[in-house]
Structures are given as structure tokens and as C-alpha cells.
Nanobody, 120 residues
Framework: QVHLVEAGGGLVQAGGALRLSCAATGNVFKVNDMHWYRQSPGKERDLVAS???????TYADSIKGRFTISRDNAKNTLYLQINSLQTEDPAVYYCHEDVQVNRNYEFNYWGQGTQVTVSS
């Protein structure tokens, strides 16, 4: 069994910063692609940033320059540094990862979500 455990959300003033984390625990052989999504009330869940195991990253145009995705493969942990928080950033942020449980099988998992709230 694999679980993705998220942490780091909270209430921050506009212009502030947060660092989210997502740790893969349990029967983890290797984590491949890792992603952050966010979902605001009444809206679809949108892809924010992605990290491949080789270190390459991609970002949604709406957050480029303010968000940084990173990973620690030794700890099976994904991070999202959010700077200059804006009023359009409040959402539940979810991690989504492609996890190999052995050499032959890979499954994808979602984290439980962490709420980010911005005060003006």
C-alpha cells in the first residue's frame, strides 16, 4: 500500500510564501513523474507543475516565475515553493505521483490535499 502525505498549507497574507510537501510512504520502489494540481471551489482540478525523475520540470503559464517544483528522490518527497501569493492562488493543492511498487508495476496515487488560503 502506498500513501501520499501532504503538508504545508495554511493561511498566508497576499505577497507571502508557502512551501508544500508530499511524501510517498509505504511500498515504494521508485517514484517517477510527480505533479502538483490545485482546485478551487466550483472549478476543475488544474495541473500546476510537473517534475520528471530526470529533473526536468514544467509549469502552467499562470504561475510561472512564482512557483517552483522540486523533489528529493532519496526521501520520495515532492515540494512546491509558492512565492508572492496572489488572490487567485487559494485552492486545495493536491500531489499526484506515478509510483513503482516493484520493477514491473507502476500505479498513480493522489495526496489528500492541503488547503492554501490567502488573506488580503
Amino acid at each position: 500500500q502506498v500513501h501520499l502525505v501532504e503538508a504545508g498549507g495554511g493561511l498566508v497574507q497576499a505577497g507571502g510564501a508557502l512551501r508544500l510537501s508530499c511524501a510517498a510512504t509505504g511500498n515504494v520502489f521508485k517514484v517517477n513523474d510527480m505533479h502538483w494540481y490545485r482546485q478551487s471551489p466550483g472549478k476543475e482540478r488544474d495541473l500546476v507543475a510537473s517534475s520528471a525523475r530526470d529533473g526536468s520540470t514544467t509549469y502552467a503559464d499562470s504561475i510561472k516565475g512564482r512557483f517552483t517544483i522540486s523533489r528529493d528522490n532519496a526521501k520520495n518527497t515532492l515540494y512546491l515553493q509558492i512565492n508572492s501569493l496572489q488572490t487567485e492562488d487559494p485552492a486545495v493543492y493536491y500531489c499526484h505521483e506515478d509510483v513503482q511498487v516493484n520493477r514491473n508495476y507502476e500505479f498513480n496515487y493522489w495526496g489528500q490535499g492541503t488547503q492554501v488560503t490567502v488573506s488580503s
